[in-house]
């Protein structure tokens, strides 16, 4: 009852309620930002992630280099066929597609574009994670054998659409007595996909696999093996397996060596950025000190008539202690309920901000995904909050503790 009664006073008879509104919206907004931080944080690994296991391959199998049958050096996988067949036998591998792989130059109507070209059969294209739900989508995919599929990225830079006919031009084509003379062809643009990412979707192009084995003169094989499995998360598990699996003379990349770098990165960035944070955070908290110090000495002659009544020590300390976690947990509470807020409905907050500022906020070209994602994560909250509370109530005992403290004879000396 005293706790809140002197929570309740005005500067005028001794209370500090500018001082408590100050500290109840410092630690509201710094609760506010830590939690929208780190939902941010949480919602871009997971979509990178996401992005990076359904358009990638968990593991890739290469070959390593051999003499093949014509007594030319070769990293053709010639046995595919059955070395799919042993590695699908292996627990937990969800899907393997031969794949054969070119990178040459797309041209259209005197506009060009680098192009990362993959031959595969239409029942691994539809099989493939990002395929099954694709961000955007535009053609069909069923008329797969007819022609080609394109990135978005790469439409928009040809200025392609479904039904245009794009032409293919490779280095590596027809040899001849004179040398090798490039490989120009052309091929009509039957699916148009977005995968999520836009580095993806600027250079990807899938290609029938028999039409990109004659194309890129791997008519005995293919370039690799696309394997994915049901836990990403463990991939080391499955490293030994697929080497026995595939026999001699292979080679595995997982999607962590691939992306392994940028993820580190990640980690490092997600933990300065809560430490700093968490700074933050103190430094509201901080203001409860300040008010709750003001307030003991406004309150030092009601302390005094307190004390010499027969009010105890804890008693004066649990007053004041209840004054300044009253403020943090309220301040927590609130920002709890702004952060969680953000993080639920940022799509048309995004949308808003995007609107003032004309545009233009978000590159995808930097941050290879398209939209400011969010996750909520019940951890991400639970920290944000006990590190408030925690904070709050550390930095109340000491004001709290000096009004305990404090000597009736000398709070009434001039009263």
Same mark, same amino acid.
């Given at each position: 009852?005293?706790?809140?009664?002197?929570?309740?006073?005005?500067?005028?008879?001794?209370?500090?309620?500018?001082?408590?509104?100050?500290?109840?919206?410092?630690?509201?907004?710094? !609760?506010?930002?830590?939690?929208?931080?780190?939902?941010?944080?949480?919602?871009?690994?997971?979509?990178?992630?996401?992005?990076?296991?359904?358009?990638?391959?968990?593991?890739?199998?290469?070959?390593?280099?051999?003499?093949?049958?014509?007594?030319?050096?070769?990293?053709?996988?010639?046995?595919?066929?059955?070395?799919?067949?042993?590695?699908?036998?292996?627990?937990?591998?969800?899907?393997?597609?031969?794949?054969?792989?070119?990178?040459?130059?797309?041209?259209?109507?005197?506009?060009?574009?680098?192009?990362?070209?993959?031959?595969?059969?239409?029942?691994?294209?539809?099989?493939?994670?990002?395929?099954?739900?694709?961000?955007?989508?535009?053609?069909?995919?069923?008329?797969?054998?007819?022609?080609?599929?394109?990135?978005?990225?790469?439409?928009?830079?040809?200025?392609?659409?479904?039904?245009?006919?794009?032409?293919?031009?490779?280095?590596?084509?027809?040899?001849?007595?004179?040398?090798?003379?490039?490989?120009?062809?052309?091929?009509?643009?039957?699916?148009?996909?977005?995968?999520?990412?836009?580095?993806?979707?600027?250079?990807?192009?899938?290609?029938?696999?028999?039409?990109?084995?004659?194309?890129?003169?791997?008519?005995?094989?293919?370039?690799?093996?696309? !394997?994915?499995?049901?836990?990403?998360?463990?991939?080391?598990?499955?490293?030994?397996?697929?080497?026995?699996?595939?026999?001699?003379?292979?080679?595995?990349?997982?999607?962590?060596?691939?992306?392994?770098?940028?993820?580190?990165?990640?980690?490092?960035?997600?933990?300065?950025?809560?430490?700093?944070?968490?700074?933050?955070?103190?430094?509201?908290?901080?203001?409860?000190?300040?008010?709750?110090?003001?307030? !003991?000495?406004?309150?030092?002659?009601?302390?005094?008539?307190?004390?010499?009544?027969?009010?105890?020590?804890?008693?004066?300390?649990?007053?004041?202690?209840?004054?300044?976690?009253?403020?943090?947990?309220?301040?927590?509470?609130?920002?709890?309920?702004?952060?969680?807020?953000?993080?639920?409905?940022?799509?048309?907050?995004?949308?808003?901000?995007?609107?003032?500022?004309?545009?233009?906020?978000?590159?995808?070209?930097?941050?290879?995904?398209?939209?400011?994602?969010?996750?909520?994560?019940?951890?991400?909250?639970?920290?944000?909050?006990?590190?408030?509370?925690?904070?709050?109530?550390?930095?109340?005992?000491?004001?709290?503790?000096?009004?305990?403290?404090?000597?009736?004879?000398?709070?009434?000396?001039?009263?």
């Amino acid at each position: 009852m005293i706790a809140w009664r002197y929570l309740r006073s005005r500067r005028a008879d001794g209370g500090v309620s500018v001082m408590t509104w100050i500290s109840l919206i410092g630690i509201a907004l710094a !609760v506010f930002a830590l939690i929208a931080t780190l939902s941010v944080r949480s919602g871009f690994r997971t979509q990178f992630v996401d992005t990076i296991l359904g358009a990638n391959a968990h593991v890739t199998v290469y070959s390593t280099q051999r003499t093949n049958a014509n007594g030319q050096q070769s990293r053709l996988i010639e046995n595919y066929a059955a070395m799919a067949d042993d590695i699908r036998a292996i627990k937990g591998v969800s899907r393997v597609a031969p794949l054969v792989r070119g990178q040459i130059l797309a041209t259209m109507r005197n506009r060009n574009s680098g192009v990362d070209v993959i031959g595969i059969t239409l029942e691994n294209l539809k099989s493939l994670p990002g395929m099954q739900d694709p961000e955007r989508a535009l053609g069909d995919l069923t008329r797969f054998d007819e022609g080609i599929a394109i990135g978005m990225g790469v439409a928009r830079e040809l200025g392609a659409s479904v039904g245009d006919r794009i032409r293919l031009i490779s280095p590596d084509g027809v040899k001849t007595a004179f040398g090798t003379s490039p490989r120009v062809k052309s091929y009509e643009v039957v699916y148009i996909f977005s995968l999520g990412r836009y580095d993806i979707d600027r250079v990807r192009v899938y290609m029938p696999f028999a039409e990109a084995q004659s194309y890129f003169n791997r008519e005995t094989g293919a370039d690799e093996l696309e !394997v994915m499995v049901q836990d990403p998360d463990a991939i080391a598990d499955y490293t030994l397996p697929l080497l026995r699996a595939g026999g001699d003379g292979i080679l595995l990349w997982t999607w962590k060596d691939a992306s392994g770098a940028f993820l580190r990165a990640l980690d490092v960035e997600d933990n300065v950025m809560f430490i700093i944070l968490s700074i933050l955070v103190l430094i509201a908290t901080m203001n409860i000190v300040s008010g709750l110090i003001m307030l !003991v000495k406004n309150k030092g002659r009601d302390i005094g008539i307190l004390r010499t009544m027969g009010l105890s020590e804890g008693s004066i300390l649990r007053v004041f202690f209840i004054c300044g976690a009253s403020i943090g947990v309220i301040g927590t509470i609130t920002g709890t309920i702004l952060g969680c807020l953000f993080a639920i409905y940022i799509d048309p907050i995004f949308s808003f901000v995007n609107a003032v500022s004309g545009g233009g906020v978000w590159d995808p070209a930097i941050r290879g995904i398209y939209q400011l994602p969010a996750e909520l994560r019940l951890g991400d909250v639970l920290s944000a909050v006990s590190l408030s509370l925690i904070l709050s109530f550390v930095v109340t005992i000491f004001p709290a503790r000096r009004a305990a403290r404090m000597n009736p004879v000398e709070a009434l000396r001039y009263e």
